[in-house]
């Protein structure tokens, strides 16, 4: 019997993630996710709340979800894995399962270790210094230091970051891999059987039926959640987020997270001339600098994250939910745990620990905006009043 670990966001949860959940969890496993919160890696915030996430992730087979928490939710590729792996581990995974366009596990950890050679940074250095993006650069420096291989899809670009934070830090947990179906990622075909979260996002927020993309008991979360209001609105999250900027632009530096050669000035004059976020992200942008990576710079902006700030290593793991079926193997794994475990915020206080409050204090500001932009504004201290779901 295996504890598997899957890092999601979960945004929304659909057939595609059902289809991984089935693919590696056998009678007797304990399926553990560690799920992103309020925000996600693009930077912006999630669809719906953390708790209608959780909720419908272990409904669908999930035994165990933990949080992954703001600061590396929102974080690069690199950040973004190895603190997911950090969790993962040590509460006690023996497997870490994911999804992937390659589906060659063999092919994933070759692309780990090149890009785990030292000379391999120098050689992205030469493809930077001929102005080409960064995604760019790593693609053709692994082309070059291998027979060709491609390492340039979403999911196939985390799935080596994953094995790279396995490697680097000597942890014993296995990497499978299961094959990504359907639609890709960022796709809006609504022809493919299993729909992309880029377009369950888009239709959710046109009221549209989503019911054929996503598990039925799914879509009786889902329904009832968008109809009380607790669904992300992106005009009330952009005034929110426009006013953090504005109110923080000064406070903007080189010491800002993903800030380098200048972008934090980029973007202080593109926060003091532009009315959208759109159109922060497009004054500020550069063929040297993805939207991914802007994104992300902004967001750090408003909220007022350090490079020091995600260099922290995660402190905690925090509880989200479980099913009662797994209250067992949920204790096991709490005594053998190698980082403190918490469940509310009581418990983060008794850490007394300040980095633990620098990242839960982030949790806070992050979870307290996104409250605001729903569509039905929630009040403050939600990340304090929350408690584990228990699902029957």
């Not at 670990?5 to 056998?26: A, W």
């Not at 553990?32 to 992730?57: N, W, Y």
């Not at 902006?301 to 922290?312: V, Y």
């Amino acid at each position: 019997m295996s504890i598997i670990g899957i890092v999601c966001e979960f945004n929304p949860f659909h057939c595609g993630h059902k289809h991984l959940i089935d693919s590696v969890k056998k009678d007797g496993d304990t399926l553990v996710c560690v799920m992103s919160g309020s925000f996600v890696q693009r930077g912006e915030p999630a669809i719906f709340p953390k708790d209608i996430r959780v909720e419908a992730a272990l409904k669908n087979g999930a035994d165990i979800v933990l949080e992954l928490p703001f600061i590396y939710a929102t974080a690069s590729a690199e950040f973004f894995c190895e603190n997911a792996v950090r969790i993962l581990e040590g509460f006690g995974c023996d497997t870490l399962a994911f999804g992937s366009e390659c589906g060659d596990i063999g092919t994933l950890k070759k692309a780990a270790e090149i890009i785990a050679d030292p000379d391999f940074d120098e050689k992205i250095k030469q493809y930077l210094e001929k102005g080409v993006s960064y995604p760019t650069a790593r693609e053709t420096a692994v082309r070059d230091f291998s027979d060709g291989t491609c390492i340039s899809l979403p999911n196939d670009i985390l799935a080596v970051e994953y094995i790279k934070a396995i490697n680097k830090n000597g942890y014993k947990i296995k990497p499978v891999t299961v094959k990504r179906e359907g639609a890709g990622y960022n796709s809006l075909d609504d022809n493919e059987s299993f729909a992309s979260a880029t377009l369950l996002r888009k239709m959710i927020c046109e009221k549209d039926d989503i019911s054929r993309f996503i598990p039925e008991n799914t879509w009786e979360i889902y329904r009832p959640a968008a109809d009380d209001g607790r669904v992300i609105d992106k005009n009330k999250y952009e005034l929110a987020a426009l006013s953090l900027l504005r109110s923080k632009k000064d406070c903007i530096d080189e010491k800002t997270a993903y800030m380098s050669e200048g972008l934090e000035n980029r973007i202080k004059a593109a926060i003091s001339t532009e009315t959208t976020l759109d159109g922060i992200f497009d004054a500020a942008k550069t063929k040297r600098y993805t939207h991914s990576r802007i994104r992300r710079a902004v967001l750090a902006s408003a909220f007022g994250i350090t490079k020091d700030i995600i260099s922290i290593k995660a402190p905690y793991i925090r509880l989200l939910g479980f099913n009662t079926n797994a209250s067992e193997a949920l204790g096991k794994c709490v005594k053998k745990a190698k980082l403190p475990f918490i469940a509310s915020y009581s418990d983060v206080a008794a850490l007394k620990d300040e980095i633990a409050d620098c990242v839960f204090k982030k949790e806070c500001e992050a979870t307290d905006i996104f409250s605001l932009s729903l569509s039905k504004s929630e009040p403050c201290g939600a990340e304090m009043r929350y408690m584990p779901q228990k699902i029957k």
